[in-house]
């Protein structure tokens, strides 16, 4: 072997493709046309992206009996993207050389990519045989195993791959796997359970107990796995998973930075960290990291999703819109981007309940449907089993709207079933709503780790009768399980209940005559089963400070408010709010947004009202606080000025129980409208605008009154407790009887 010939298998062997060519070049010159001399050039010229591929088929002509050009030829197109020309070509080696190792498992690797797991078998048994010690080998045949369905045999050569390297975290991951799949995985973890200081085992144990829904164990066992291998990225990053599906609060993020650093490529990671910053509330954050994906990796629709909600949550809806609508042109039957572009236009100032229709009906057409028809109402006036869907029966506004309604429920016609998260703890520290959730129901099951038809079947093993969804299509929302039909009548109410579901298996939207005027039946999939008062039952926190005195006394100005999110400031609301102050002379508006915690964010909005000509010092931005102080600083504010497409809900009625009367826009969808329900509940329907004129208008003769204001302010928590608001026997007797009706429609057809 000449001096040129050596430099250019060295440089060759370090991807050195540059100088490997030079002097494999300089070697033919010097007159070595040996077929190795040419076959690695050909291998740096085809790295370097030049014709290397015609010379290997040249030389492939040339030699005919010899098998190593078309291997190297299969291994540029697998690299390439090309799986059929690689096959063919790793064919064309095979024809040569029939138990060739390296072209037998190339084979096979390709063909499982493509897709093709019954052609990758026999090549795959053929190179076991030949190579029994080549983990490689048994890894590929146990996949192609598991893809055909014979997942005994798969999980054996799983288990072979994993023996002869015990040391590689993707042999044990995927022999955990086929363990689930065989049904063997309790036997899989008993094994595991017997190297605790393994950090490969450690790992396949957290993964597979996180698969079998044992969330808690799982991170245990991962965070083990991660003090032991600090630098390997498959326990961090197996971690950061477990934690971020976690039903329960965990302090998620430094973990799933730590395997984003380990892991700088993996684009999924960080996709899951920015999802997981505006779980945070870090939407800024978010928008960066997922702008820069975007720019370095493309228009991902998921990538798009994530950045739509984050957009939106910045009070920037029509970007966020745009956002979600690409995700839908890029990925038309992907769910999530359904599903996100329905909770971004929601928000947006051309917010149509008819599109929202349309965007319901794609997202729910993307849902597969695995179970049969449950059985058929029967029993039309038997006590009927009531079951509540949602991860939210707690302190949320889907506990402070509904617990007070099933807690006055009568016991003798309905036995409440919560199908939820895992039941409330014991003690000082466990959550009051949550605690009255489970004394009112006769039973709690946890399905936060549930599929969606796994769900469903739970349901049905339960006997419920009615399934009323609490949680909509939100993050953590389990409606999908509602397309499997979780029982005979299925019932939409709160929990992200802004727009119709979309879901053919979706019986009845609850509502009343103000969510819901007449003709509005047209935009909803659902049957509208109105109550005759208030669709809600609004349940005050007992920390919930004394009203305060009207400002406007003590002050000589009125002060304006808004205690709500963000995502529902658009720009025409901004614009609505300047009118009102500039209408309204030395009057003040308090804006209280968990955003504005972020000064830049501040920062923008503020800009927003001083091109409306609103000067900074009438402007009070304020940020997050804990509950009882965001209650108590309603004391600041004479009246609620509310947000339009997408209106207050819990917020309105927190205002109201605290003195504070709101000026709503009454919207052209259901989201538009919770506000107007709320004020005719507690005698306030001419609070109620029809339009922005009007809105503005009222705003401004409301605040030339004080002394009506202050006379109301004492009134209104009144109104709501003994008004249909929050009336909670009241409304159960007319949520029961609407139940009741569902019920005998659903017998009577069947």
């Not at 965007?359 to 695995?370: D, G, I, K, P």
């Not at 004394?546 to 025409?572: C, D, M, Q, W, Y």
Request: some cysteine.
């Amino acid at each position: 072997m000449s001096r040129a010939t050596e430099q250019g298998c060295a440089a060759l062997a370090s991807g050195a493709w540059e100088a490997a060519r030079a002097a494999f070049d300089a070697a033919v010159a010097a007159g070595d046309d040996s077929g190795p001399t040419l076959l690695n050039l050909a291998l740096a010229e085809d790295r370097l992206g030049l014709d290397g591929r015609g010379r290997m088929r040249a030389l492939a002509a040339l030699h005919p009996a010899w098998d190593e050009p078309p291997l190297r030829l299969a291994e540029s197109f697998r690299r390439g993207g090309e799986p059929v020309a690689a096959m063919d070509a790793y064919d064309a080696a095979l024809a040569i050389n029939p138990n060739r190792p390296e072209a037998l498992l190339g084979f096979g690797a390709v063909a499982l990519l493509a897709g093709e797991p019954a052609a990758a078998l026999p090549r795959l048994l053929r190179a076991c045989a030949r190579t029994p010690d080549a983990a490689e080998g048994w890894d590929a045949l146990g996949l192609a195993w598991r893809a055909l369905g014979a997942a005994a045999a798969a999980e054996d050569a799983a288990a072979q791959a994993q023996t002869l390297r015990p040391d590689h975290f993707g042999f044990a991951l995927r022999r955990a796997a086929a363990a689930l799949a065989a049904g063997t995985a309790e036997a899989e973890l008993v094994r595991l359970d017997a190297a605790p200081l393994d950090p490969v085992a450690a790992t396949a144990r957290g993964v597979l107990l996180a698969e079998l829904g044992r969330s808690e164990d799982a991170a245990a066992a991962l965070e083990v796995a991660s003090a032991l291998a600090p630098d390997a990225p498959e326990p961090a990053a197996a971690l950061a998973g477990v934690l971020t599906a976690a039903p329960w609060q965990a302090d998620t993020l430094p973990a799933l930075r730590r395997a984003v650093a380990l892991v700088p490529g993996d684009i999924a990671l960080r996709n899951n960290l920015a999802a997981l910053l505006t779980r945070h509330q870090r939407h800024e954050e978010a928008r960066a990291l997922l702008e820069e994906l975007i720019a370095a990796e493309g228009e991902h629709p998921a990538f798009l999703c994530n950045l739509a909600n984050a957009l939106v949550l910045l009070g920037r809806q029509a970007a966020g819109v745009a956002a979600a609508r690409r995700a839908t042109t890029l990925a038309p039957e992907m769910h999530l981007a359904w599903r996100t572009l329905g909770a971004a236009l929601v928000y947006d100032e051309g917010a149509d309940a008819a599109e929202l229709r349309v965007v319901a009906e794609r997202a729910s057409a993307t849902l597969a449907r695995t179970l049969p028809p449950p059985p058929p109402a029967r029993g039309p006036e038997r006590r009927l089993r009531l079951g509540l869907l949602s991860n939210k029966l707690k302190t949320h506004p889907v506990g402070w709207l509904t617990v007070a309604a099933f807690e006055a429920l009568d016991p003798r016609a309905f036995a409440i079933v919560c199908l939820a998260g895992p039941p409330p703890g014991r003690g000082a520290g466990s959550d009051p709503v949550q605690r009255r959730f489970h004394a009112a129901a006769a039973e709690w099951h946890d399905v936060a780790a549930l599929a969606p038809a796994a769900i469903a079947a739970r349901a049905r093993a339960l006997g419920i009768d009615i399934l009323i969804d609490l949680g909509g299509w939100g993050d953590d929302g389990k409606l999908t399980a509602c397309a499997d039909r979780c029982a005979p009548v299925q019932i939409k109410w709160v929990g992200n209940q802004a727009y119709t579901t979309g879901l053919p298996e979706m019986d009845w939207f609850l509502t009343d005559r103000w969510e819901t005027p007449a003709g509005s039946e047209p935009f909803f999939t659902e049957r509208l089963l109105r109550l005759p008062d208030g669709y809600v039952c609004y349940s005050p926190p007992v920390h919930a400070p004394e009203v305060a005195p009207a400002p406007v006394l003590a002050r000589g100005h009125v002060t304006f408010g808004n205690f709500g999110n963000l995502a529902k400031i658009t720009p025409s609301v901004i614009a609505a709010w300047a009118e009102v102050l500039h209408r309204v002379p030395d009057s003040r508006m308090v804006v209280k947004a968990y955003q504005f915690a972020d000064t830049a964010v501040a920062a923008r909005i503020a800009a927003a009202f001083a091109a409306q000509g609103i000067a900074p010092a009438r402007l009070d931005l304020r940020g997050t606080t804990a509950h009882r102080t965001q209650l108590a600083q309603h004391a600041d504010v004479d009246i609620v000025l509310d947000t339009f497409p997408y209106a207050g809900g819990l917020t309105t009625c927190e205002a109201l129980w605290m003195g504070v009367p709101v000026v709503t826009l009454a919207g052209g969808t259901f989201a538009g409208r919770h506000s107007a329900s709320h004020l005719h509940n507690c005698g306030l329907g001419d609070w109620v605008a029809a339009d922005r004129a009007a809105f503005v208008a009222i705003a401004a003769a409301r605040a030339a009154d004080c002394a009506a204001l202050a006379r109301l302010r004492a009134e209104l928590r009144g109104r709501v407790a003994h008004g249909p608001l929050g009336d909670a026997p009241r409304f159960a007797a007319a949520l029961g009887a609407a139940l009741r009706r569902a019920w005998r429609a659903a017998c009577a057809a069947a």
